[in-house]
T-cell receptor, first 112, second 114 residues
């Protein structure tokens, strides 16, 4: 019972490089989310997907794009990485909106 | 502008005693609140929730209290156990129109000592 799986777990990039963070859930959940967590701050929503085929901006979407590939997978792309995007990224899913979300174990991303 | 605040970054408590974690919010439209627990190198896991129609919700050793007039919620853990050592996040949302977009506090690190 894997739940929410994120890959990779760690990544170091140089400024200007691009990268896609992968997320997959096996709980048949409709809604998926991407958050970032920075020191001294709570999780901040980057993008979310209410259901397959839909995506919407969250609180901090600048510099990111997302793709809801199918019901299981929701990827986050950094087109041109910047040091300010150094963070821990969490993917989450929920059966429907306003239900408690299930989180992956995170991707620790450093941009030099 | 942080709408959900956990003003105590850390809390140390003896095993067997009560842990009380506090969370304040500024948006009176929030009507659904959650607590998550997070161990190092893992994602947050859901602990307990409360909606604004209640002022208390219990689940085993965990109780959440909501004071709407004060815009304050608290999590009580009784008795505290070593396995409770973790970071605890509170989160809030407006279920009427914010579509499951939760605002999270910065977290409180709890250390339970023998």
């Amino acid at each position: 019972n894997a739940g929410v799986t994120q890959t990779p777990k760690f990544q170091v990039l140089k400024t200007g490089q691009s990268m896609t963070l992968q997320c997959a859930q096996d709980m048949n959940h409709n809604s998926m989310y991407w958050y970032r967590q920075d020191p001294g701050m709570g999780l901040r929503l980057i993008y979310y997907s209410a259901s397959e085929g839909t995506t919407d901006k969250g609180e901090v979407p600048n510099g990111y794009n997302v793709s809801r590939l199918n019901k299981r997978e929701f990827s986050l792309r950094l087109e041109s990485a910047a040091p300010s995007q150094t963070s821990v990224y969490f993917c989450a899913s929920s059966e429907i909106r306003d239900q408690p979300q299930h989180f992956g174990d995170g991707t620790r991303l450093s941009i030099l | 502008d942080q709408q959900v605040k956990q003003n105590s970054p850390s809390l140390s408590v003896q095993e067997g005693r009560i842990s009380i974690l506090n969370c304040d919010y500024t948006n009176s439209m929030f009507d659904y609140f959650l607590w998550y627990k997070k161990y190092p190198a893992e994602g947050p896991t859901f602990l307990i929730s409360i909606s604004s129609i209640k002022d208390k919700n219990e689940d085993g050793r965990f109780t959440v209290f909501l004071n709407k007039s004060a815009k304050h919620l608290s999590l009580h853990i009784v008795p505290s156990q070593p396995g409770d050592s973790a970071v605890y996040f509170c989160a809030a949302s407006r279920t009427t129109d914010s579509w499951g977009k939760f605002q999270f506090g910065a977290g409180t690190q709890v250390v339970v000592t023998p």
